[in-house]
């Protein structure tokens, strides 16, 4: 089946048939698309719109959902005129931002509150520690979540309206007590040995407690770059809680990239059994050529050295609709694991 952009405004849906795609999501961003459409398309005056790509076919049928971004005429040679739209995800919503500050607050607690009054879901995975002090100044929503989601060493992914906090860890974890995906026989996989570490930097946690004595707790691996965390505290207790928190978010990972030609069902978020191991998708690219209409699929995988066993549910997100042009979620979901 030969992809389509769904575009929604004024009460009509204009579809549009797409000649080449390329669609990601990868942590830590909006998903994103881009779609050549063929010229003569009513492309014009869509831009803000919601919009419904939706590319593959089958059992691995395919959508994102976002609005129009931009879009652009092409022009030189009349195989390539045409139309160029851009679209960004369901939760580019979160573009702007808004000042806020927390005290001794759960990961979840900040996330919420963030996420809600967009009208998006949010899930976060178990992280028990309350964070000290946690503030958003001038950044945007998004920005201000993906920096909560590296400051307790977690993943960000988008999933339609809804924003995920994900212990990789623990997602495989969780994996292992359903039937995993496997993926066989990629076209390349290139492993990238050298792990690539969150959290391996060692901080010192120091005060003076109320007798005057000075103490001085260490969080991290030996051998990291020292750092300081900003905070003096004052007691030894609560400067050991910190560092405790500091060493749960460790993950040391490593990484590959895979590629794939045909229709490969996979997202941001999702575990995989590639290779023989099981690896947590961090990011993925899917294409579409023009002419041919080849699909190719390049998706970049992450492992722990840690799996943590969990038994938590994870609630499947709502279904996204829209309300007065903008794309929510159906029904309240504020997920804490």
Known sequence: MKPSLDVYGRGLMSRLSVDSLTASSEEGKHDQFSAYVSQGAPVTGMQGLPCVLTWGSGLATQSMIGYVDTVSEMTGEEALSGWAVIGLGATSKMRSGTARSFRRSTPFLIASNIVLPHRLGVMVDQYI??????????????????????????????????????????????????????????????????PSPVGFDTYEFTGIDRMGSSFTVRGGPEGGVKR??????????????????????????????????????????????????????????????????????????????????????????????????????????????
Do not use: C
């Open 129 to 194: 520690y309350p964070l000290d002090a946690f503030m958003q100044t001038s950044e945007s929503d998004w920005a201000a979540l993906g920096r909560l989601a590296d400051t307790i060493g977690m993943s960000l992914i988008a999933d339609g309206t809804t924003a995920m906090l994900v212990d990789v860890r623990r997602a495989i974890g969780r994996a292992a007590l359903r039937p995993i995906k496997h993926i066989w026989e990629p076209d390349s996989f290139v492993r990238l040995d050298t």
């Open 228 to 337: 300081h965390p900003g905070e003096n505290f004052s007691s030894l207790e609560e400067a050991r809680s910190a560092a405790r928190r500091w060493e749960d978010r460790q993950r040391f990972m490593k990484r590959a990239m895979a590629t794939f030609s045909g229709q490969v069902s996979v997202k941001a978020g999702d575990v995989l059994m590639v290779e023989g191991e099981t690896w947590y998708v961090a990011g993925v690219r899917h294409t579409v050529a023009l002419g041919s209409q080849k699909q190719t699929v390049q998706i970049e995988l992450h492992q722990t050295e840690e799996k943590r066993p969990s038994s938590a549910y994870v609630p499947p997100p709502p279904t996204s609709v829209q309300r007065n042009g903008v794309w929510v979620s159906s029904q309240s979901y504020a997920v804490a694991l």
